[in-house]
């Protein structure tokens, strides 16, 4: 984490980081800050006037003056680490994937610069793409060492937990060593994952207090011609850190291994969420997702057809089995999902579909995106042209007031209908992306791992 202090004429503002501890009942502490618009320092009227030498602000002890450049950006963590302690029984193995905010300042007349992101300081997007994890904590020993008392944890006893409202990674990095008004700063990193922890019924193991750290500024390298020239162009900077128990800092645990990939996306029009080049390979495995998606929104509303009394209070409740399911993606509300989904007209049958395709999709996913609810819609239509009560009762309202006359027998009656229907299309939506699926497997010429087949089975088993 880090702290800023920005000067602003004669008045001085203090940012405090955001504690990474939080209390045994997961509340949130009561001193939550305000998100900041990455590089707020230089939209401040009063700053922008100041002459180009002017100190404006003061990052993890490096200065810079109004004519120095800042850039928001979205860092992508890739984080694997693998721990294993001295007793030989216990270890874990930990693979997640996070997408958050944050800026980038660099001086223009030489090699300074400092990096500073994390989801609670900065407004941005902020994902967990992939979190998912395995392990064993020996609990007892006998007087020979050996282990009593094994508790395994398997993928779905790994969770991520938020801090201040957010799953709370964070990097900070600054170079070279300066000395600021008397006082010497050497380069830092520091670099914090997520925190996580194994939990099942009747155990809770949080290894090293739930965070990986890292804090050895000689463990990664930024070249900074090539960073400075990504940023300007809105481009994106790669870099990786490896590690092992032979170069972890000295007030790390010992024990780890695991490299840690870092991708600085400058361009602010996908959020750090560019996919236009995704691997071929890559897309059709995220099909996948596609599929288990379909599913998930089909068991949504199965669980909702016997509580919803109303369509909005059905589609909060499917959104709230959809986040049940997906615990680390941001919540689908029914607004957003509104948005991005397609229409089916119940009165004239016309059908719409959004285009999926622009400058951040990968393609030619974004194409089979559209198939896929295009076939979602073209369902809907069947359905309605099969069940003249159903298309009358989402499109006629007074043929629905003229059956129930009652308000809440009428809306818990659409409820029902609307549900029953998505059932059906979100079954038949499976049925569709696993056939897409097998014959882009057949056609692909790639090579899946076996837990991209198994899972696909498993997948596949859930389908009506």
């Keep these: 984490m880090f702290t800023r202090l920005l000067t602003v004429l004669a008045l001085v503002f203090f940012i405090y980081p955001v504690s990474l501890v939080s209390n045994a009942d997961d509340k949130q502490p009561l001193d939550i800050l305000p998100h900041q618009e990455p590089c707020f320092a230089k939209k401040i009227p009063q700053l922008s006037m100041l002459p180009a030498n002017i100190p404006i602000i003061l990052v993890m002890g490096h200065e810079f003056r109004n004519k120095d450049k800042c ?16 007793d030989g029984y216990t270890h874990y193995s930990l693979d997640y994937v996070q997408t958050f905010p944050g800026e ?10 400092t990096i500073t992101a994390n989801p609670a300081h900065w407004q941005g997007t902020s994902m967990i793409r992939k979190f998912k994890g395995h392990g064993q904590l020996c609990k007892r020993f006998d007087n020979k060492n050996a282990c009593t008392e094994l508790q395994k944890f398997d993928p779905e006893h790994t969770r991520a937990k938020k801090i201040v409202g957010n799953y709370l990674s964070s990097l900070s990095y600054s170079y070279p060593a300066v000395t600021t008004h008397g006082q010497e700063v050497p380069v830092s990193l520091h670099a914090i994952s997520t925190l996580f922890e194994f939990i099942n019924y009747a155990n809770k ?5 739930g965070h990986i750290k890292i804090n050895n500024p000689n463990l990664v390298s930024f070249d900074f011609r090539e960073l400075v020239t990504e940023a300007s162009r809105q481009g994106v900077y790669s870099t990786t850190i490896q590690y092992n128990n032979n170069n972890e800092p000295e007030n790390a645990s010992s024990g780890h291994k695991g490299r840690l990939g870092i991708k600085l996306d400058f ?19 995220e099909l996948l997702s596609e599929l288990k998606s379909a599913l998930d929104f089909r068991d949504s509303y199965m669980d909702a057809l016997p509580l919803a009394n109303s369509d909005k209070h059905l589609a909060h409740l499917v ?13 689908l509300t029914p607004e957003l999902v509104e948005k991005n989904s397609g229409y089916t007209n119940p009165v004239d049958l016309s059908i719409h579909v959004p285009d999926y395709c622009d400058e951040c999709e990968a393609k030619p996913y974004c194409k089979w995106e559209g198939d896929i609810v295009r076939k979602h819609e073209e369902d809907h239509k069947e359905y309605f042209q099969n069940n003249q009560h159903a298309r009358s009762m989402l499109g006629d309202q007074q043929y629905r007031e ?5 308000d809440a027998q009428r809306h818990k009656a659409v409820a029902r209908i609307r549900a029953e229907m998505e059932i059906d299309a979100y079954n038949q939506m499976a049925k569709y992306i696993h056939d897409m699926l097998n014959a882009k497997i057949s056609d692909s010429g790639c090579t899946f791992s076996p837990e991209f087949l198994v899972e696909l089975a498993d997948l596949a088993a859930r389908i009506h």
């Design 71 to 86: 850039v928001p950006l979205h860092i992508t963590f890739t984080w694997s680490n693998n721990y294993v302690r001295g």
């Design 205 to 209: 193991w949080s290894p090293d207090g």
């Design 104 to 113: 980038l300042w660099y001086r223009v007349d030489k090699e300074e610069f």
């Design 267 to 285: 361009d602010q029009r996908c959020e750090g969420d560019d996919r236009s080049d995704m691997d071929p390979c890559k897309q059709v495995q």
């Design 402 to 406: 003229r059956l129930y006359p009652g």
């Design 319 to 331: 959104a709230d089995g959809l986040q049940l399911r997906n615990p680390y993606k941001a919540r």
